[in-house]
């Protein structure tokens, strides 16, 4: 039997700013070089990796290099060969860190299936919602992600995802969220390629809360929208988290604010989303976006090193850094160790 969508009257969203702000806005100094523990609370690993690349990745939390991290499936995880192996990977390297990875679920499962149809069948979303419900209270998930409703072609060839809002399967993700008062990790954004879908995703976001009052949401890359309007969203939804994703690529990630850089890659946070951070270090989180074992273009058997990405946790120290010292703290460990029960 077959289920056909949610209905629902759409609630009124905040009132925004429209996309976008201007890149050439000021920026907040460099000041000194964040030191203090930190969690990467958005990161992936794509199939394909090595005992030894693994090895490596569990010695990045032992080390030093940073204190925690949380991985997870892609939205799109669910079309790759061998995405399940490296799901289990995931999982396996949480159970060897001693507690300092984590890792989302549901995505593989999930994402995909939901965005191929509107109306799911019983079996399938009862098979899903159980083993998924099984997962979370084990204890094996800190919490649901990454859940894409719009993930639009930001470079050519890209994989577009689409959950239409109105998913019965999308909201039983939002009711087990609740239910097992777990975070979600939501992608969505606002803008593709200059068209806006701000209106709707603004009400969709209301209409969350309102439906699933209880509910912890994570809107990944600091909702892909200007700080005037995550500061409005903070101020409606006591509930609703931000990662923090560094992108030098504006023409790519349209609306992706808050940080700039130089030509030599040295980044900077723009002035205004650093005062956000500092008055609301309680919101945000830093989650790279890194993608374990991806495949580098133009370089033909290359994996996406773990080298590099000890250089990347570098640019978030030296972002941190321009931050009054107990926010960037605040962000860098309290709110994510909080958020994901890393304590």
């Known amino acids: 039997m077959l289920f056909g969508p949610v209905t629902f009257a759409l609630a009124e969203p905040i009132e925004f700013v429209p ?10 100094d460099h000041a000194a070089f964040y030191e203090g523990p930190l969690i990467d609370g958005h990161t992936h690993l794509d199939p394909g990796s090595s005992k030894a690349y693994r090895d490596d990745m569990l010695a990045v939390v032992s080390q030093g290099i940073l204190d925690g991290l949380v991985l997870m499936p892609t939205p799109n995880h669910g079309r790759m060969d061998a995405g399940g192996g490296s799901v289990k990977q995931m999982a396996n ?38 083993e998924l419900e099984a997962r979370i209270a084990s204890g094996a998930c800190s919490g649901i992600g990454e859940i894409a409703t719009r993930h639009f072609e930001k470079w050519s060839g890209q994989a577009v995802l689409t959950v239409d809002f109105r998913s019965r399967a999308l909201h039983a993700l939002f009711a087990l969220a609740q239910d097992h008062k777990v975070p979600i990790d939501l992608h969505v954004e606002p803008m593709d390629r200059g068209n806006s879908h701000e209106q709707a995703v603004f009400a969709e976001l209301d209409e969350i809360f309102n439906r699933y009052p ?4 994570i809107l990944a890359h600091t909702a892909m929208t200007s700080a005037a309007n995550v500061e409005r969203l903070i101020a409606r939804y006591p509930r609703l988290y931000f990662s923090i994703k560094a992108v030098g690529r504006h023409k790519h990630w349209y609306n992706l604010e808050p940080v700039n850089f130089s030509k030599k890659k040295k980044a900077w ?3 205004d989303w650093a005062q956000l951070l500092e008055r609301y270090p309680g919101r945000f989180f830093i989650g790279s976006d890194y993608k374990f074992a991806r495949k580098l273009k133009n370089s033909p058997g290359g994996n996406k090193s773990v080298k590099k990405y000890t250089k990347y946790i570098k640019r978030y120290r030296g972002l941190l850094g321009s931050l009054d010292p107990q926010a960037a703290r605040q962000i860098a460990w309290d709110t994510p160790r909080k958020l994901f029960g890393m304590e």
Do not use: H
Not at 105 to 123: A, F, I, P
Not at 214 to 217: A, G, S
């Open 19 to 28: 996309c976008c702000a201007p890149l050439d806005r000021p920026v907040r």
């Open 214 to 217: 209880d509910i912890t949401v």
């Open 269 to 271: 946070f723009y002035e």
């Open 93 to 130: 390297l949480a159970a060897q860190s001693g507690g300092a990875i984590s890792t989302l679920c549901g995505s593989n499962d999930w994402n995909t299936w939901m965005g191929r149809q509107l109306s799911v069948s019983d079996s399938g979303l009862e098979k899903r919602r159980g």
